[in-house]
C-alpha cells in the first residue's frame, strides 16, 4: 500500500513542472531528504540537485545501513521496524532476523516504486534510489546515542535525537532540597518513555549492581 501511495505521490509532484521549475530557480546548493518514501529523491534527481543529506525520523533503517555500508548484525541489533531487545538467546535472534528481513523488505519496496516512476517520467537515466543513498554524505538519524542500543557505526551517520528539546526549568524546591542532602547524589529518572516496568530483571540488577559500586 506504501508504494502504491509513493507511485501517486511521486507521479504528481513529477507532472507538476511549474513547482519543479521553481526549485530549479532557487539554485539550492545542498537539500536534506526524507530516506522513507524516497520522494525527495525523486524531485530532487528531477532538478538536478546532487548534493544530498539523508535523513530518518527513526532509527537506521536496514536498506539505507546496507547501501551506505553501516553493519546490519541481526544476531544482536535489533531490527528497526522489529519488537524484539538485544538480548541474544535463540528464539530472540531468529525472531530478530526475520523483523530484519522485513525491515528491509519494506524499504527496498518502497524504494523500488518511487525508481519505477524516475524512470517512466525521467527517462531510463535517471539515478536509481540506492546509488543515490550509497553516496550521500550524511544521514540524520533521529537516536539519542545514549538511549539506543549499542551498535557499531560510521561517521556519516549522525544522531540528532534530542536536537530539539527544551532548556531544563530549575528543580522544584523539593526536589533541590533532596538533591542538596549530599555532596554528591545521582538521580536515575526514565521520564515518561521508557517505563521501568518493562525493564528485563537483569537490566535492573545491572543498575543496581552500578550504583552499589
Known amino acids: 500500500?506504501?508504494?502504491?501511495?509513493?507511485?501517486?505521490?511521486?507521479?504528481?509532484?513529477?507532472?507538476?513542472?511549474?513547482?519543479?521549475?521553481?526549485?530549479?530557480?532557487?539554485?539550492?546548493?545542498?537539500?536534506?531528504?526524507?530516506?522513507?518514501?524516497?520522494?525527495?529523491?525523486?524531485?530532487?534527481?528531477?532538478?538536478?540537485?546532487?548534493?544530498?543529506?539523508?535523513?530518518?525520523?527513526?532509527?537506521l533503517m536496514e536498506g539505507t545501513?546496507?547501501?551506505i555500508g553501516a553493519p546490519v548484525l541481526p544476531s544482536y541489533m535489533p531490527a528497526s521496524l522489529g519488537v524484539t531487545n538485544d538480548s541474544t538467546d535463540i528464539w530472540?535472534?531468529?525472531?530478530?532476523?526475520?523483523?530484519?528481513?522485513?525491515?528491509?523488505?519494506?524499504?527496498?519496496?518502497i524504494a523500488s516504486a518511487a525508481d519505477r516512476v524516475m524512470k517512466a517520467k525521467l527517462g531510463p537515466n535517471a539515478t536509481p534510489v540506492w546509488d543515490t543513498v550509497a553516496n550521500i554524505s550524511w544521514v540524520l538519524v533521529?537516536?539519542?546515542?545514549?538511549?539506543?542500543?549499542e551498535k557499531p557505526t560510521l561517521h556519516k551517520v549522525v544522531d540528532i535525537g534530542g536536537l530539539g528539546v527544551h532548556k531544563p526549568k530549575p528543580l522544584s524546591e523539593e526536589w533541590d532540597r533532596v538533591?542538596?542532602?549530599?555532596?554528591?547524589?545521582?538521580?536515575?529518572?526514565?521520564?515518561?518513555v521508557a517505563q521501568s516496568r518493562y525493564m528485563p530483571e537483569s537490566m535492573k540488577k545491572a543498575i543496581i549492581k552500578v550504583v552499589k559500586s
Open 179 to 192: 538533591l542538596n542532602l549530599r555532596k554528591q547524589t545521582v538521580l536515575i529518572s526514565f521520564g515518561t
Open 92 to 109: 530472540t535472534r531468529a525472531l530478530n532476523l526475520l523483523f530484519t528481513y522485513l525491515s528491509w523488505y519494506f524499504q527496498t519496496g
Open 1 to 59: 500500500m506504501l508504494s502504491r501511495m509513493t507511485e501517486l505521490a511521486l507521479t504528481n509532484v513529477l507532472d507538476n513542472e511549474e513547482i519543479l521549475q521553481q526549485l530549479k530557480d532557487e539554485n539550492f546548493d545542498v537539500a536534506i531528504a526524507e530516506l522513507f518514501d524516497f520522494i525527495g529523491l525523486g524531485v530532487l534527481e528531477a532538478i538536478g540537485l546532487k548534493n544530498i543529506i539523508g535523513a530518518h525520523t527513526c532509527a
Open 142 to 149: 533521529n537516536s539519542e546515542p545514549l538511549m539506543e542500543f
Open 65 to 67: 545501513a546496507l547501501a
